[in-house]
């Protein structure tokens, strides 16, 4: 399980958090004991007395690898290691001197029931060489057992793009903090149980894991009003923004009114609704003064008048959650039209929504983050690795949420959540990171094969884990 507000450092911050060590006085030799010790440790602890294969590559990852060796020998470990080349000088060649056991070449590596993968870790530059990366996952796949020191080699630790790794890892332990490489993309799906080793290096970052919100119990004083308005716009398809007013209900909000011109069906009675049928009723209705937030965009549809309803929204001075049709329909205009908001904008895309609104280069974080400080907007990139970010570099990541969530409805579940935190919780990111931990952990209680509707249901057992 990941850490929660667990920070995220990339390589090249990785380094200089090495190279601040380093400067106080702490030799490179000695955190790299600390290293290779931690990875001992948790080998140990897995293999339970089976033989060790460890695969040392010519970096410092492969000196964390000889150190871990030495270690697993010393404590009484059958360990053969294989050297895919000379150690670099430094510290990784002082740590191949000290290992005197068994050591092959990889191609005459033979399989053993628990690996060690210390190739590459935060210095992967290049794909895996094709005959390296077919033996690696060839020695994985016989495995009982794969530990990857900081990264499985072949995920790239910034982007955690595919470099050749292989599947299979069980456990990567993450050194000093975690990579992005460690949370995205194919490196969320790579890495197995990711495990953190403290090798006491301090980290300065504003990028974090998700964590649990704390939420205020309302007070003697709280009414209805002073909990949060939150209006929600239908569209062409309601049952998309009626799930998004329940899961703004269900996530605490005062008062949610639905504003749409379609008939009345099944619904909570709590739920108000109010009689919009064009731009002009939307506009009136949006000067109340008493709504705190508005939603658009679940199931509104692309029509003419959900161009209206857009622009409508957009002149309002009220903060603003905008999800699916909202967002498609401003397109590659995104940035332009929202940087003119005065009052703030939050905006929830899935990964295809996204991509049609920015271009970008780099990983999911940086793109996300480019877009927020270009669009002057918190943006919730949502997906199995959801990276929310905020225009002013602070980034929240989670990760490892349920793949049940996978289903129709879902987003715009959380549309409302974040509507209903943003009422409670006002500005930036903590409205967004509170939301998308209530909605991962609703459908943890939801469990397998949650429809949408369930998944509101579970949203008060999550709050009440965080009163
Ligand atoms: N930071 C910390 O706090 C601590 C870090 N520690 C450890 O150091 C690790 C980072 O070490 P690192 O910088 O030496 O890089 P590493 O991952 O060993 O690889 C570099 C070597 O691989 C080579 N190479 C790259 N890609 C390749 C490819 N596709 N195919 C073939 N070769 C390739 C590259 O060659 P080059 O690109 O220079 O030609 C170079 O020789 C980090 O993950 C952690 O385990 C701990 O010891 C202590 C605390
Ligand atoms: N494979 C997955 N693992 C974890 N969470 C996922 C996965 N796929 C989707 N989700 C989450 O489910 C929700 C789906 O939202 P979205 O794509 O907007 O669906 P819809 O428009 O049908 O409501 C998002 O919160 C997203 O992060
Ligand atoms: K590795």
């Known amino acids: 399980m990941i850490p929660s507000g667990a920070p995220i450092v990339t390589a090249a911050?990785?380094?200089?958090?090495?190279?601040?060590?380093?400067?106080s006085g702490v030799s490179q030799d000695s955190l790299m004991e600390r290293a290779g010790a931690a990875v001992a440790r948790e080998t140990a602890r897995f293999a339970t007395g089976r033989p060790i294969l460890i695969l040392a590559g010519p970096g410092n990852n492969g000196g964390d690898s000889y150190v871990a060796a030495r270690l697993l020998q010393n404590a009484g470990h059958d360990v053969s290691l294989v050297a895919t080349g000379a150690p670099a000088p430094g510290a990784a060649e002082r740590m191949h001197a000290l290992w005197h056991g068994p050591t092959s070449s990889l191609y005459a590596a033979r399989p053993r029931p628990v690996l060690v993968d210390g190739l590459f870790g935060t210095g992967m530059t290049r794909p895996l060489e094709r005959g390296l990366a077919a033996v690696f996952a060839d020695l994985c796949k016989q495995a009982e057992f794969t530990l990857a020191i900081d990264l499985p080699s072949g995920i790239h630790a910034d982007t955690g793009a595919d470099l050749g790794a292989p599947r299979g890892i069980d456990v990567t332990l993450a050194l000093g903090a975690l990579k992005p490489g460690h949370l995205l993309d194919i490196g969320l799906e790579r890495c197995g149980r990711v495990l953190l080793a403290d090798i006491d290096i301090p980290v300065h970052?504003?990028?974090?894991?998700?964590?649990?919100?704390?939420?205020?119990?309302?007070?003697?004083?709280?009414?209805?009003?002073?909990?949060?308005?939150?209006?929600?716009?239908?569209?062409?398809?309601?049952?998309?923004?009626r799930l998004a007013a329940r899961a703004a209900m269900a996530g605490g909000a005062g008062y949610v009114v639905l504003a749409g011109d379609r008939p009345w069906g099944e619904g909570p009675d709590a739920l108000v609704r109010r009689e919009v049928r064009t731009a002009e009723d939307l506009s009136e209705f949006l000067g109340w003064d008493r709504i705190d937030a508005i939603v658009?965009?679940?199931?509104?549809?692309?029509?003419?008048?959900?161009?209206?309803?857009?622009?409508?929204?957009?002149?309002?001075?009220?903060?603003?959650?905008?999800?699916?049709?909202?967002?498609?329909?401003?397109?590659?205009?995104?940035a332009r039209w929202l940087e003119t908001r005065a009052a703030p904008t939050w905006i929830t895309p899935h990964s295809g929504e996204f991509d049609r609104m920015f271009a970008g280069v780099g990983s999911k974080i940086d793109r996300t983050l480019a877009a927020a400080a270009e669009a002057r907007a918190t943006i919730v990139h949502k997906g199995a690795d959801t990276v929310i970010a905020?225009?002013?570099?602070?980034?929240?990541?989670?990760?490892?949420?349920?793949?049940?969530?996978?289903?129709?409805?879902?987003?715009?579940?959380?549309?409302?959540?974040?509507?209903?935190?943003?009422?409670?919780?006002?500005?930036?990111?903590a409205p967004a990171e509170a939301a998308v931990w209530l909605h991962a952990r609703a459908a943890q209680l939801a469990g397998p094969a949650l429809i949408a509707d369930e998944l509101i249901g579970h949203i008060p057992g999550a709050i009440s884990e965080c009163l």
């Open 205 to 241: 970052t504003r990028w974090r894991t998700v964590t649990r919100p704390r939420i205020d119990t309302p007070g003697a004083h709280s009414h209805k009003y002073s909990r949060g308005l939150v209006a929600v716009i239908e569209g062409a398809m309601p049952g998309a923004a």
């Open 13 to 23: 911050e990785m380094r200089a958090a090495e190279q601040a060590v380093f400067a």
């Open 390 to 429: 905020a225009p002013k570099g602070e980034v929240r990541l989670l990760a490892h949420g349920s793949r049940w969530l996978s289903t129709a409805g879902t987003g715009d579940v959380l549309a409302g959540l974040l509507a209903a935190q943003v009422v409670q919780s006002g500005k930036g990111v």
């Open 296 to 334: 658009l965009g679940p199931g509104l549809g692309r029509d003419r008048r959900a161009e209206a309803y857009l622009r409508a929204a957009f002149a309002a001075p009220k903060p603003l959650i905008l999800d699916g049709d909202a967002l498609t329909l401003l397109g590659t205009d995104a």
